[in-house]
């Protein structure tokens, strides 16, 4: 099992580009998370997908961030476009919820450098 | 409002000597607390949540619903658990928030 699998591990991108991260979480995993991870803090959550339904996206900056889980099992985060404020970690998380609230298992997650 | 608080930023204790990072939460309803590690080159992962009240790798934690925390101890610290640490918090409808973590620094 490979665990959650993130692509790109690194990205460098100049301010106003647009970039796109994919996450393919453990399969079976119905519950997808989306955290960013700013320089010396916590992960943050950003979007929460149950299946393909976003049912939290209340952290979402929806101005220049989107996501989708088309089928409910891969998904795709972008930012369009990018600002200096975006560098950080993006992690992506899976779970299957086992009880109310299931263990997280966590990509390497994806290194966004904006210049 | 869903809060956790990690007061302290690094933490060095030296081999063999005991281990207490400080978590503590703000939430209204009935929490699940978890205390995730990152060690160095790793991703992220669960060591241990209060519901199953086991120890892992000689980690323990205990919620105390009076005083709103979660402390995560150990009796005597290895130069392997080194790593951040990060305490999480969950609510009923699945969202799990993560305070802004403890650097463990184990001295030799």
């Known amino acids: 099992e490979a665990g959650v699998v993130q692509s790109p591990r690194y990205k460098i991108i100049e301010k106003k580009q647009p970039v796109a991260f994919w996450c393919n979480p453990i399969?079976?995993?119905?519950?997808l998370y989306w955290y960013r991870q700013n320089l010396g803090q916590g992960p943050e959550l950003l979007i929460r997908?149950?299946?393909?339904?976003?049912?939290?996206d209340s952290q979402l900056p929806k101005d220049r961030f989107s996501a989708e889980r088309l089928k409910g099992v891969d998904s795709t985060l972008k930012i369009q476009p990018a600002e200096l404020g975006d560098s950080a970690v993006y992690l992506c998380?899976?779970?299957?919820?086992?009880?109310?609230?299931?263990?997280?298992?966590f990509g390497e997650g994806s290194r966004l450098t904006v210049l | 409002a869903q809060r956790v608080t990690q007061p302290e930023k690094l933490l060095s204790v030296f081999k063999g000597a005991p281990v207490e990072l400080k978590c503590n939460y703000s939430?209204?309803?009935?929490?699940?607390l978890f205390w995730y590690v990152q060690y160095s080159r790793q991703r992220l992962q669960l060591l241990l949540r209060?519901?199953s009240r086991e120890s892992i790798k000689g980690f323990t934690a205990d919620l105390n619903k009076g005083e709103t925390s979660f402390h995560l101890k150990k009796p005597f610290a290895q130069e392997e658990d080194s790593a951040m640490y990060y305490c999480?918090?969950?609510?009923?409808?699945?969202?799990?928030?993560f305070g802004k973590g403890t650097r463990l620094h184990i001295l030799p």
């Open positions: 998380a899976s779970s299957d919820r086992t009880g109310r609230t299931g263990e997280l298992f």
């Open positions: 399969s079976g995993h119905n519950t």
């Open positions: 997908y149950e299946n393909e339904e976003a049912v939290d």
């Open positions: 939430y209204s309803g009935s929490p699940e």
């Open positions: 209060h519901i």
């Open positions: 999480a918090l969950g609510n009923r409808d699945d969202k799990i928030i």
